[in-house]
């Protein structure tokens, strides 16, 4: 080989490879079975068939087409007549609740009623001595007035309890026997309350000494009543509370000489 050719074979253009770049490689298109819809031509049918009534030749071609090549629309289900009678009955309640509350208010707010009031119109003191400094006897009687203010409405008092004491401590109770009032009517019942043997606090006997001497005696009646009241066919029941406080003169003619009671349910 001559220098010339040994040089030529040295030269750049011999000295380093040529890079090509690479060209990728085309992808292949999916190919479908022969003789089938494609996936997505499946979905437009079943579309299609969902929006479009079920005539006669759609009903002779799915017929004759095979399974799987064509999508049967669903129907709509029919609400069933049970939850429908269900559903009116219920609308009905309500309307006659909300009718019937309507009604009794509308009644309440044209009566206006009122609650009785209790009260004492007399009273009288015969005994009271100390068995021992801590046991107390006594004799009380006063008259009870139980008075109907309503124009429209009759009451019925069918629990009565009335409780005496002194200076916060229960001497004596009595229970009374149920009765009707009607309208406007006033009713006094006399109350016998005997206290026997009953015991006081050290400091109660001692104030109820004190007061015999000064011929000021305190006493607190509180009575407990349930009401009935009746408004035609409808009736309801409360439970109402007298309070009284009367200062009586030392027996054995003890007497009232004042008093005051509110009445409050």
Same mark, same amino acid.
């Given at each position: =080989?001559?220098?010339?050719?040994?040089?030529?074979?040295?030269? $750049?253009?011999?000295?380093?490879?040529? =890079?090509?770049?690479?060209?990728?490689?085309?992808?292949?298109?999916?190919?479908?079975?022969?003789?089938? $819809?494609? %996936?997505?031509?499946?979905?437009?049918?079943?579309?299609?068939?969902?929006?479009?009534?079920?005539?006669?030749?759609?009903?002779?071609?799915? +017929?004759?087409?095979?399974?799987?090549?064509?999508?049967? %629309? #669903? /129907?709509?289900?029919?609400?069933? $007549?049970?939850?429908?009678?269900?559903?009116?009955?219920?609308? =009905?309640?309500?309307?006659?609740?909300?009718?019937?509350?309507?009604?009794?208010?509308?009644?309440?707010?044209?009566? +206006? $009623?009122?609650?009785?009031?209790?009260?004492?119109?007399?009273?009288?003191l015969s005994v009271i001595y100390l068995d021992s400094p801590k046991y107390m006897n006594g004799d009380?009687?006063?008259?009870?007035?139980?008075?109907?203010?309503? +124009?429209?409405?009759?009451?019925?008092?069918?629990?009565?309890? @009335?409780?005496?004491?002194?200076?916060?401590?229960?001497?004596?109770?009595?229970?009374?026997?149920?009765?009707? /009032?009607? /309208?406007?009517?006033?009713?006094?019942?006399?109350?016998?309350?005997?206290?026997?043997?009953?015991?006081?606090?050290? @400091? *109660?006997?001692?104030?109820?000494?004190?007061?015999?001497?000064?011929?000021?005696?305190?006493?607190?009646?509180?009575?407990?009543?349930?009401?009935?009241?009746? @408004?035609?066919?409808?009736?309801?029941?409360?439970?109402?509370?007298?309070?009284? /406080?009367?200062? =009586?003169? *030392?027996?054995?003619?003890?007497?009232?000489?004042?008093?005051?009671?509110?009445?409050? #349910?």
């Open positions: =080989m001559s220098s010339s050719e040994s040089l030529s074979f040295f030269s $750049p253009e011999y000295s380093t490879p040529k =890079m090509f770049p690479l060209t990728p490689s085309p992808t292949p298109a999916p190919t479908h079975k022969c003789g089938g $819809p494609s %996936p997505m031509s499946q979905i437009i049918m079943a579309k299609q068939a969902l929006n479009q009534p079920l005539t006669p030749e759609m009903s002779h071609e799915i +017929k004759n087409k095979p399974i799987g090549q064509y999508v049967v %629309p #669903r /129907q709509r289900r029919r609400t069933n $007549p049970a939850v429908w009678c269900a559903a009116i009955l219920c609308m =009905m309640f309500c309307l006659l609740l909300i009718l019937f509350g309507i009604g009794t208010l509308v009644i309440f707010l044209s009566i +206006k $009623p009122r609650n009785p009031v209790f009260d004492i119109s007399n009273a009288s009380f009687t006063f008259i009870a007035n139980f008075t109907n203010p309503n +124009k429209k409405l009759d009451v019925r008092f069918e629990h009565l309890v @009335i409780e005496l004491f002194f200076s916060d401590s229960l001497i004596a109770t009595q229970v009374l026997q149920p009765f009707s /009032q009607r /309208q406007r009517e006033t009713r006094l019942v006399q109350v016998h309350m005997i206290s026997s043997l009953v015991y006081l606090p050290p @400091i *109660s006997a001692f104030k109820l000494q004190k007061q015999v001497l000064s011929n000021r005696v305190v006493y607190n009646i509180r009575g407990t009543f349930k009401v009935r009241v009746n @408004i035609g066919l409808i009736h309801y029941s409360y439970w109402l509370h007298g309070r009284c /406080q009367l200062e =009586m003169t *030392s027996p054995p003619t003890g007497a009232l000489i004042t008093h005051s009671c509110r009445t409050k #349910r």
